[in-house]
């Protein structure tokens, strides 16, 4: 599985759109970027993923570069709820297979 | 409510006992994953077990044994526990198909403490 690097914290304002950016250089052809999330100490929490074209859901949107080295995660507009540790994952996708967890970026939305 | 149901949520042992946590996957879901999270090391994969039999083994001690039992629901057993073996323990499901996510959903946790 490719590595990731992610900033260790960020803020952002209540209301305003969060971006999490996420470096994945090493990333193989047939690897997704996915992304959970960990409210403090509750099971983490799937947002979205990708492949190649941005995506997006009721959560989230995810924009990848074209190389796709590197990808944003972008919550809309962020509420005080939206606080909590973001980990971009890159791995294979077919088939049900571990997740490896590096050490996130820790999102604190501010009123 | 992800669906994944873990008990107990808090458990207080002494160091050199034994401990059952246990896991009860989303319906329909045949893989179980179990995940250490401690302070030092973050969240890490233990092993994973797929419609009863083991699939895939991460940093799992040779003190830590799982297994998943016919209805599914697995349970991760932790013996002669030692003060570092304190963390958080998660339990994720997914079904296994030719979907290229396999989502997994996590329970709320166990957080065992070891005195």
């Known amino acids: 599985d490719a590595k990731t690097t992610q900033p260790t914290s960020m803020d952002c304002a209540e209301g305003r759109a969060a971006n999490l950016p996420c470096n994945h250089s090493?990333?193989?052809?047939?690897?997704?970027v996915y992304w959970y999330r960990q409210i403090h100490s509750q099971g983490p929490q799937y947002i979205i993923h990708?492949?190649?074209n941005n995506e997006t859901n009721e959560m989230a949107s995810l924009i990848i570069t074209e190389d796709r080295k590197s990808s944003t995660l972008i919550l809309p507009h962020a509420t005080l709820r939206d606080t909590a540790v973001y980990y971009c994952?890159?791995?294979?996708?077919?088939?049900?297979?571990?997740?490896?967890f590096g050490q996130g970026t820790r999102l604190t939305i501010n009123p | 409510d992800s669906g994944v149901t873990q008990t107990p949520k808090h458990l207080i042992t002494a160091t050199g006992q034994r401990v059952t946590l246990r896991c009860s996957p989303r319906?329909?879901?045949?893989?179980v994953y179990w995940y250490q999270q401690s302070l030092d090391q973050g969240l890490q994969f233990l092993i994973q077990y797929y419609n009863g039999e083991e699939r895939a083994k991460g940093n799992i001690l040779e003190r830590f044994s799982a297994q998943q039992f016919p209805d599914l629901h697995s349970e991760l057993n932790l013996s002669s526990l030692e003060l570092g073996d304190s963390a958080l323990y998660f339990c994720?499901?997914?079904?296994?198909?030719?979907?290229?996510?396999?989502?997994?959903?996590f329970g709320p946790g166990t957080r065992l403490t070891v005195l």
């Open positions: 994720a499901s997914s079904v296994e198909g030719i979907a290229p996510y396999n989502e997994q959903f």
């Open positions: 319906s329909g879901d045949l893989s």
């Open positions: 090493t990333i193989s052809g047939n690897e997704y």
């Open positions: 994952i890159v791995r294979v996708g077919r088939g049900a297979q571990k997740l490896v």
């Open positions: 990708g492949l190649k």
